[in-house]
């Protein structure tokens, strides 16, 4: 399974706005074109579950967009593998809010509610907060070193307009 991000410190509301729209935008142009490269399935997990974390994935890195419609048979023939694990896999993202599940219509990529995106950027606000307040109150050199090591790094990200270099980040 590929390495989840670590969590970034917020340098200011502004400028969080500003890298947050360049992501955007970087991944609508990229269009979904990364749903060409299709996983490596491993004989001893799941196969509906890679399909799944592979689905999920390109959703939340914004390779597939929202609205693009999911074909089963497209994306069983593209992994290798029969239409019952791609059923599944729908089955989980849209339980989870990523797909919606339009009965003779088809499975599309769910659209971003603005309600929910401004919830959870007061969740993840709030969540940040105190963490910076207990990271403070614990605060060793090495913790300060590490933190302005990972401020600067995603400064010089941000100077080169690597906008996945800065999320990765």
């Known amino acids: ?99 919606e599940v339009r009965p003779q219509r088809g499975t599309f990529i769910g659209r971003i509610s603005l309600r929910e995106v401004l919830a959870v950027r007061a969740i993840r606000e709030a969540v940040e907060s105190d963490m910076i307040r207990i990271l403070t109150q614990r605060m060793t050199d090495d913790i300060h070193r590490d933190l302005r090591e990972q401020l600067d790094r995603q400064r010089a990200a941000a100077a080169r307009r690597d906008v996945n270099g800065f999320v990765l980040l």
Request: charged fraction near 25%.
């Open 1 to 99: 399974r590929p390495r989840r991000p670590r969590p970034q410190v917020a340098i200011n509301r502004k400028w969080t706005l500003q890298i947050g729209m360049e992501v955007w935008q970087s991944r609508c142009r990229a269009g979904n074109r990364k749903m060409d490269q299709r996983p490596r399935i491993n004989p001893g997990i799941s196969t509906a579950q890679q399909v799944h974390d592979w689905l999920h994935d390109l959703i939340l890195r914004g390779d597939l967009l929202p609205g693009t419609q999911l074909s089963e048979s497209e994306i069983a023939g593209r992994v290798g593998v029969s239409r019952q694990p791609v059923r599944e896999a729908f089955i989980r993202l849209a339980g989870a809010g990523l797909t």
